[in-house]
Structure formats: C-alpha cells, structure tokens
C-alpha cells in the first residue's frame, strides 16, 4: 500500500506532466497516456487520481496559475514603490520572461482556453477565473498610477488590466503562429510604450 506522501507525490506528477504536455501538444491532442508517459505511471495511476483528462486539466489550471503567481509575486519589479514603475515593470518581466521553447513561455491557460471554450465548459471557466484573477492583480497597480499620474482617466483600470493580457495572449498566438518569440517581444514591447502614453502623455 502507497504511503499517504507517495499517492501525493504520484498525483503531482501526472498534473506537472499534464501542463508539460498541455503546453507543448495542446489540450485535444493530449491523451491520457501521454500524461502517463510523461509523469512515468501507470493509467492505474492516473485513473486513481483522476476521473478524465478534463479532471487532469483542471488540476493543471490551478497549479499553473498558482505557480504563476508565487513567480509574480518574488518578481523585481513588485519592490518599486512608484506604482507606474511597477506596472511598466509588469511588462517588462513578461518580456523578460519570453525564453526557451514556445512551451516554455507561453500560457498553459490561453492553450485551454482557445481549443476548449465550446466543448468543455468547466476548463474554460477555469481558465478564465485563473486569467481574470491575474488581471486583477494588474488592475490595482493600475488603478495607483491613474489616481497619481492619470486622475481625469475615463478608461478604468479593470478594463485596462484585462487589455494587458489580451495583447500577452495575442502575442503567444503569434509566437506560436511564428515559430519564435521575437514578434511576441515586439507586441510587448508596443503595449509598454502605449502604458507610458496613457499615463505621461509624452509619446515614448
């Protein structure tokens, strides 16, 4: 009989190896032997964990959006007491971030979310719980930098936050579209300087 740490450390495999094959295949071509495969266990195994690949993919959502978050949160750019200094350092984190293989960089969640919005409704409200929390999150150094450079904004800041992240999901469909992260620097590297111009009004 698996010990209680042993059954925990088995169910943690098979989610890191559903996000690795996720990321890298998508969520349709994904099959529950290649997460088996991947995680080196058994469909016994995996099936003692999970009900179907959707429970697996569920689970990868979480621990994405919970990795992504832990990463965020120890970035540099969150120490700078300017909140706009934050944000553009928001951007250029994420840019920052564009390294290795598309896999790599791109986002587990946008992957889901595009292959499974008309199929599999609980994936997509997952996807779009974990991408709306992290436009939140955007959202409130967003909302200090207008109330300190932008006061008669009348754009509001939740609506900006969630543009942020349409322009990052746009720009992992390009690299992906590409084969290469340089055009996703360039989209990022545009929605930086449209950033500096709300806020300064000097063309950067």
């Known amino acids: 009989m698996k010990s209680p740490d042993a059954t925990r450390d088995s169910r943690s495999q098979l989610v890191d190896a559903a996000i690795r094959m996720i990321r890298s295949k998508g969520y349709v071509a994904t099959r ?3 997460v088996c495969e991947a995680a080196g266990l ?6 003692h964990h999970f009900k179907s690949k959707e429970d697996v993919a569920l689970a990868a959502a979480e621990r994405f959006a919970a990795m992504a978050d832990s990463r965020f ?21 994420r840019i920052a971030m564009l390294r290795g293989a598309l896999p790599d960089f791109t986002c587990l969640l946008g992957t889901m979310v595009q292959e499974t919005y008309g199929t599999h409704p609980a994936i997509r409200a ?4 974990h991408i709306s929390a992290h436009a939140a999150s955007v959202a409130q150094d ?19 936050a969630l543009f942020t992240q349409a ?3 746009g720009a992992f469909v390009l690299a992906k579209a590409r084969g290469g992260r340089d055009v996703a620097a360039e989209c990022l590297g545009h929605l930086r300087r449209y950033l500096e111009l709300l806020f300064t009004g000097d063309s950067p």
């Open 32 to 34: 529950v032997e290649d």
């Open 42 to 47: 058994t469909k016994g195994s995996f099936f």
């Open 73 to 93: 949160a120890a970035a540099p750019y969150t120490s700078a007491t300017d909140p706009l200094e934050r944000l553009l350092g928001y951007v250029d984190f």
């Open 126 to 129: 997952a996807c779009d719980k």
């Open 142 to 160: 967003i909302a200090a930098a207008r109330s300190r450079y932008a006061p008669e904004a009348r754009w509001s800041a939740d609506g900006l």
């Open 167 to 169: 322009v990052l999901q």
